[in-house]
């Protein structure tokens, strides 16, 4: 069982900066493929940013150049750094583990983490 706790969640003015962590309970990061969603009010969750092949990241385009996706793997955290932020990043921020165990995505996901952006 993969356990994912997120922190760093806070409320920032436009143009702040903040930086999530997300600790995962052991040493995943070889078996799972690490990322970033986020779900805004009325909205459904989106995807932010994530690990591909070894330490490349992809992001999606509403956060490319402001968001930055890291990790530590002597600490298993991931990080998700957030540079001028905007009101429309306003959400609550979920780390996400996921591996395909056959052709099924086997996924976990950390409780969020509130980021508010007042503009």
């Known amino acids: 069982q993969v356990q994912l706790v997120e922190s760093g969640g806070g409320l920032v003015q436009a143009g702040g900066s903040l930086r999530l962590s997300c600790a995962a309970s052991g040493r995943i990061f070889d078996s799972y493929s690490m990322g970033w969603y986020r779900r805004a009010p009325g909205k459904q969750r989106e995807w932010v940013a994530s690990?591909?092949?070894?330490?490349?990241?992809i992001y999606a385009d509403s956060v490319k150049g402001r968001l930055t996706i890291s990790r530590d793997n002597a600490k298993n955290t991931v990080f998700l750094q957030m540079n001028s932020l905007k009101p429309e990043d306003t959400a609550i921020y979920y780390c996400n583990a996921r591996r395909f165990v056959g052709s099924l995505p086997n996924n976990y996901w950390g409780q969020g983490t509130q980021v508010t952006v007042s503009s």
């Open positions: 690990f591909t092949s070894g330490d490349n990241t």
